[in-house]
């Protein structure tokens, strides 16, 4: 049966969905932490606008249909402030779908699961294609829903396609079935590839409903080997990071912004392939590819 369409609104406050004095007091713990971190992540927004993007600016998410069509944006910053990134990521994923998806059902007390696609991130050799599939199973309560998603990467001259799992990309292991606990968010998106193609860059955010942990990691899938590292920066000097793109001055590394609630300036950091982090601060994010406007499935 094909999946309904459905619309990608705007945020709506936890307060108003919650009516339970018990889930309002979680939900408003919920509102104010997003709140601090966007307001300390916004410095990463500012800097990206003078980044090098050598890829199409285009709406990220649009609902599952048969028919993918993506109209043309504002440029990633406006985006990500229009979306409610959670942490003010300039490669945000659907905040306000997956708010009012919950909104729609938890107001009947119903259970249900929707998807929801990003656009197709074309490779700069036009070889690959790769989008993401997000998968929200609602639950009345919020704490209570799971969101995930599944990457797909496919090979636009032989018609192979291949999948990376959000969850397991956390566990390492990609052959064990996995469930998401209550509450968890895991969502794997592309966000650029190399600039010759053989890499893939990925944003894996992980979060928590009704709770201040949200952070990112970056996955990179190499095509010659068709492997996979996660990488994220050295813990000892943040508590979340946001993934900015890969590094100008070294396309070997990946930048991030990273820091801590209640600091107001957040510090660029550069990471290799092999998790060594350096402070990055004159460095600035690029990233490659196109997206396509339409999909057919």
Same mark, same amino acid.
């Given at each position: &049966?094909?999946?309904?369409?459905?619309? !990608? #609104?705007?945020?709506?406050?936890?307060?108003?969905?919650?009516?339970?004095?018990?889930?309002?007091?979680? /939900?408003?713990?919920?509102?104010? /932490? @997003?709140?601090?971190?966007?307001?300390? /992540?916004?410095?990463?927004?500012?800097?990206?606008?003078?980044?090098?993007?050598?890829?199409?600016?285009?709406?990220?998410?649009? !609902?599952?249909?048969?028919?993918?069509?993506?109209?043309?944006?504002?440029?990633?910053?406006?985006?990500?402030?229009?979306?409610?990134?959670?942490? #003010?990521?300039?490669?945000?994923?659907?905040?306000?779908?997956?708010?009012?998806?919950?909104?729609?059902?938890?107001?009947?007390?119903?259970?249900?699961?929707?998807? !929801?696609?990003?656009?197709?991130?074309?490779?700069?050799?036009?070889?690959?294609?790769?989008? /993401?599939?997000?998968? &929200?199973?609602?639950?009345?309560?919020?704490?209570?829903?799971?969101?995930?998603?599944? &990457?797909?990467?496919?090979?636009?001259?032989? #018609?192979?396609?291949?999948?990376?799992?959000?969850?397991?990309?956390?566990?390492?292991?990609?052959?064990?079935?996995?469930?998401?606990?209550?509450?968890?968010?895991?969502?794997?998106?592309?966000?650029?590839?190399?600039?010759?193609?053989?890499?893939? @860059?990925?944003?894996?955010?992980? #979060?928590?409903?009704?709770?201040?942990?949200?952070?990112? $990691?970056?996955?990179?899938? +190499?095509?010659?080997?068709?492997?996979?590292?996660?990488? $994220?920066?050295?813990?000892?000097?943040?508590?979340?990071?946001?993934?900015?793109?890969?590094?100008?001055?070294?396309?070997?590394?990946?930048?991030?912004?990273?820091?801590?609630?209640? +600091?107001?300036?957040?510090?660029?950091?550069?990471?290799?392939?092999?998790?060594?982090?350096?402070?990055?601060?004159?460095?600035?994010?690029?990233?490659?590819?196109?997206?396509?406007?339409?999909?057919?499935?």
């Amino acid at each position: &049966m094909p999946l309904k369409q459905w619309l !990608c #609104g705007s945020y709506t406050s936890l307060p108003m969905l919650l009516k339970n004095s018990f889930l309002r007091k979680w /939900s408003q713990r919920l509102t104010l /932490s @997003l709140a601090l971190l966007i307001s300390y /992540s916004q410095s990463s927004l500012a800097n990206t606008d003078n980044a090098t993007k050598v890829i199409e600016s285009i709406p990220y998410f649009t !609902c599952w249909e048969k028919t993918i069509t993506v109209s043309q944006s504002e440029n990633n910053a406006d985006l990500a402030a229009t979306q409610n990134d959670p942490i #003010g990521s300039p490669h945000p994923i659907p905040w306000n779908w997956i708010m009012n998806t919950h909104s729609e059902f938890s107001q009947k007390g119903e259970r249900n699961l929707r998807y !929801c696609r990003t656009p197709s991130l074309i490779s700069p050799d036009g070889q690959f294609a790769a989008y /993401s599939r997000i998968q &929200m199973q609602v639950e009345p309560e919020l704490f209570h829903s799971r969101v995930t998603s599944v &990457m797909f990467l496919e090979n636009l001259q032989t #018609g192979d396609l291949q999948t990376l799992n959000s969850l397991s990309i956390l566990s390492n292991n990609s052959e064990e079935e996995i469930v998401a606990p209550p509450g968890e968010i895991a969502i794997l998106i592309p966000i650029s590839w190399s600039e010759d193609g053989d890499r893939l @860059l990925s944003r894996q955010f992980e #979060g928590i409903f009704s709770t201040s942990d949200a952070s990112d $990691s970056a996955a990179i899938w +190499e095509r010659e080997n068709n492997s996979t590292i996660v990488l $994220s920066p050295a813990p000892a000097s943040h508590t979340h990071a946001v993934l900015l793109g890969w590094s100008q001055t070294n396309p070997e590394r990946v930048l991030f912004r990273a820091g801590i609630i209640g +600091e107001e300036e957040w510090p660029v950091l550069s990471v290799d392939l092999n998790g060594e982090t350096n402070l990055a601060t004159f460095d600035r994010p690029t990233i490659y590819g196109s997206r396509v406007k339409q999909v057919d499935r």
